[in-house]
């Protein structure tokens, strides 16, 4: 088991910055891959980003590609999303989300999410 928990978010203005973080428990933070989805309502879960476990390698959808980095410190067993140059078709629930295997852009293969955290992005 891991229990993912995301903050960060908020109301912020168009180019602004947020960092989002995910702390996690449970589970040998070290062995789990992690990522970063979205959600608007309506509409499925959508990958942003994802890293692997020693955070080596990341890999981003190519609407946040140059924009966002994600991070992570596995001292402190968190994930981190840096979200420069911020745009109102940002705005989502933002989830965290633990899996086996590093890089994977399909939600239906992480076993483990947070409760989201909302971003919004006015114009």
């Known amino acids: 088991q891991v229990q993912l928990v995301e903050s960060g978010g908020g109301l912020v203005q168009a180019g602004a910055s947020l960092r989002l973080s995910c702390a996690a428990a449970?589970?040998?933070?070290?062995?789990?891959?992690m990522s970063w989805f979205r959600q608007t309502p309506g509409k499925e879960r959508e990958f942003v980003a994802a890293i692997s476990r020693s955070g080596g390698i990341s890999t981003y959808a190519d609407s946040v590609k140059g924009r966002f980095t994600i991070s992570r410190d596995n001292a402190k067993n968190t994930v981190y999303l840096q979200m420069n140059s911020l745009k109102p078709e940002d705005t989502a629930v933002y989830y965290c989300?633990?899996?086996?295997?590093?890089?994977?852009?399909?939600?239906?293969?992480?076993?483990?999410w947070g409760q989201g955290t909302q971003v919004t992005v006015s114009s």
């Open positions: 989300a633990a899996g086996r295997r590093s890089g994977s852009r399909r939600s239906d293969e992480y076993l483990y």
């Open positions: 449970g589970r040998t933070f070290s062995n789990v891959a």
